[in-house]
């Protein structure tokens, strides 16, 4: 089990911008495709995006498209999301998460945070 911690998430005003960091302790963090998911209050989780091992191949969900960006820092064991232009229907907890194999969905996260919240006002 990967352990993972998220931090960075606030409260925004609609068109601010978020930086979210993820630390893992796994020491084999280059071996795993990372990922966000988030989760609104009353809805499911859903996928946000995923990078590959060496950061060279990103996937987005089609909502978030052009205005978040996700990387990834090896050396560092780090991974981050760069949330721009964020509007209140992002507001949720964002979960980092770390999967053994390439991924483009939630099911093959074997390994997900705590959560930071992330509250975008109109």
């Known amino acids: 089990q990967v352990q993972l911690v998220e931090s960075g998430g606030g409260l925004v005003q609609a068109g601010g911008s978020l930086r979210l960091s993820c630390e893992s302790s796994?020491?084999?963090?280059?071996?795993?495709?990372m990922g966000w998911s988030r989760q609104a209050p009353g809805k499911e989780r859903e996928f946000v995006a995923t990078i590959s091992w060496s950061g060279d191949w990103t996937h987005y969900a089609d909502s978030v498209k052009g205005r978040f960006t996700i990387s990834r820092d090896n050396d560092k064991n780090m991974m981050y999301l760069q949330m721009s232009s964020l509007q209140p229907e992002d507001t949720a907890v964002y979960y980092c998460?770390?999967?053994?194999?390439?991924?483009?969905?939630?099911?093959?996260?074997?390994?997900w945070g705590q959560g930071t919240q992330v509250t975008v006002s109109s």
């Open positions: 998460g770390a999967s053994p194999v390439a991924t483009m969905t939630l099911t093959a996260f074997a390994s």
């Open positions: 796994a020491r084999t963090f280059k071996n795993y495709f």
